[in-house]
C-alpha cells in the first residue's frame, strides 16, 4: 500500500507509522511526530510500520514485509542476484539465507547498512533427516544477536565437516550451537512439508516438537506461494499447526534473481549448473515468483492472511546484529603455563629456534647475529606483536608436520630473522640481506601480511 504525505522528506529516510489514540501519526527517526496520517484501511494488524520515502519526496511506501528467505549468487550456480542488486530491492530488512554457506554475509552486512537497511544475518542449511539420513532437508538459520551469529559460523564451519555432496548440519550441532539462533522451517525442502507433503503428518509434528524444544519462541514456520502442486495443502496444515502448538508462521518468497524479467536467465544459469542446453530436456524450479517481492506483491500474495506477512517484521524486529568492524580481533592462543606473558613465551620459542637453526655454525656466535635477533625482539615486544607471531607460528608449524605445503615466505616477512628462527619463514635474511625494517617498524601502523 502507498500513502501520499505533505512534508517533503529526504528521499529513502525511514520513518514509521505509530497508532496513537486510535488514529495514525507520521513519525521520524526518534518518534517525532510529523503529521497525521488518515488511513481507510484501519485493519493493518500491527501498530508499527516502517515508511520509506520515495523519489519524489511526496510519497511513501509502507514496509508490510520483512524479507527473510533470499539466495545471492552465492548460492553457486543456483542463485543470481548480485549483493549490491538485492540490497537496492530491499525495502527495510532483510536475510541473506544462501544455500548451505555465509560466504556473502559480510558484504551484504555492510551494504544493507550503507543503504540505512537492517541486515539479518543467516543461512539455509541442509540438514540430516530425523533419523539422521543426509537427504538435504532446507533449514532456514538466522542470528538473533552476536551469540547467535558466533553460532552460525560454528554451523556453516562444522557442517563442512559433515560433507556429503553438501555440508551438513545436524541435530547434535543444532544442539550444541543453537543458543541467539531464529529457525524458519524453510521451503518444501523442509523436514516439516516434506513430511506434511509425503502425508506423515506424525513426522512433521515430531519435528516441531524438537524445534519447539531447542528454540522455543525463535523457531517459526515457513510458508511460500510458488504454486507448486501440494504446496497449499501443506500450507493450510502448515497454519493448523502454527495454531495448534503456538508457533507463528512467516511468508517467504524463495528468491534467486531479482527481477521477475530474469526468470530466464534464470534457467540459463539452472542448466549451465547441470550440464543441459536450454533446448534439452533440463531442471527447472516447479512454479513461479523466484524473484524478490515488494511489500505490495507480498499483500497481494498473501491477503487472506496478512498476519504471516506482521510476522516477518516481529522476526526482523528480533535481530540485532552489531558487527564490529576494521578491529583487529586476534584469535586466544593460551600460552603453557610456564609462561608469564606471551612475550615471555615468545622470546622462549625464539631463542630454542636460533640454537636449532643455527646449532655447530658459526651464526651462533656471530655478533651481527645476536644484535639482529636482540633488536627484532625488542621491536615486537615494543609493537606488542608476540601473540601475532606465536599465532603465524602455530598454524605454519601444523601445516609443516602435516605434509601441508608451505612456502618458504612471502613479502617482507622475508626479512625477519626471528621468523626464520621460529620457523615462520625458510630463509637467513642476514644471509640474503632483507631488511627487516621494510616487515615491522614504529612507524608502520598497519599490520603485516
Ligand atoms: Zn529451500
Ligand atoms: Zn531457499
Known sequence: MRIKFKTPQEPGAYLHICRADGSWTLCGDKDTEIEKVSFNDAGLGLDRYRVIVQEDGQSALVIRFADLHRHSDYSLMDGMTKVPEMV?????????????????????????????????????AYQESLKGELE?????????NFKGYQNLLKLTSESFDHFYRKPYVTWEMLKKHHEGIIVSSACLGGII??????GNTEAAEYAIKQFQTLFGEDFYLEIQRHGIKGEEQVNQQILALGKKYGIQVIATTDSH??????????????CAQTKKTMAEPHFTFEGTGYH???????????????????????????????LKLGEVN???????KAYATPMDYFRHLCEEGFQNRFAGKPQ????????????????IEQMGFASYFIIVWDFINFARK????????????????????????????????????????????????
Open 364 to 379: 651462533l656466535t656471530d655478533p651481527v647475529y645476536k644484535e639482529r635477533f636482540d633488536y627484532e625482539m625488542a621491536m
Open 193 to 198: 512439508p516434506r513430511a506434511l507433503m509425503n
Open 257 to 270: 534473481y531479482p527481477a521477475k524479467e530474469d526468470k530466464a536467465a534464470h534457467e540459463v544459469l539452472l
Open 136 to 144: 538435504g532437508n532446507h533449514l532456514i538459520l538466522l542470528a538473533k
Open 292 to 322: 524478490m517481492h515488494t511489500s505490495e506483491e507480498m499483500e497481494a500474495l498473501f491477503s487472506d492472511i496478512p498476519e504471516v506477512l506482521d510476522n516477518t517484521l516481529r522476526l526482523a524486529e528480533k535481530c540485532n546484529v552489531e
Open 88 to 124: 537496492k530491492r530491499t525495502e527495510y530488512a532483510g536475510a541473506l539465507t544462501d544455500h548451505g554457506n555465509m560466504y556473502g554475509f559480510l558484504e551484504h552486512y555492510k551494504a544493507m547498512r550503507k543503504a540505512g537497511k537492517k541486515p539479518i544475518l543467516g543461512f539455509e
Open 402 to 449: 602435516n605434509n601441508v605445503y608451505v612456502g618458504p615466505g612471502r613479502g617482507s616477512a622475508a626479512g625477519s630473522l626471528l621468523a626464520y628462527c621460529i620457523g615462520i619463514t625458510d630463509m637467513d635474511p642476514i644471509r640474503f640481506n632483507l631488511l627487516f625494517e621494510r616487515f615491522l617498524n614504529p612507524e608502520r601502523v598497519s599490520w603485516p601480511d
Open 330 to 336: 586476534l584469535p586466544y592462543y593460551e600460552i603453557p
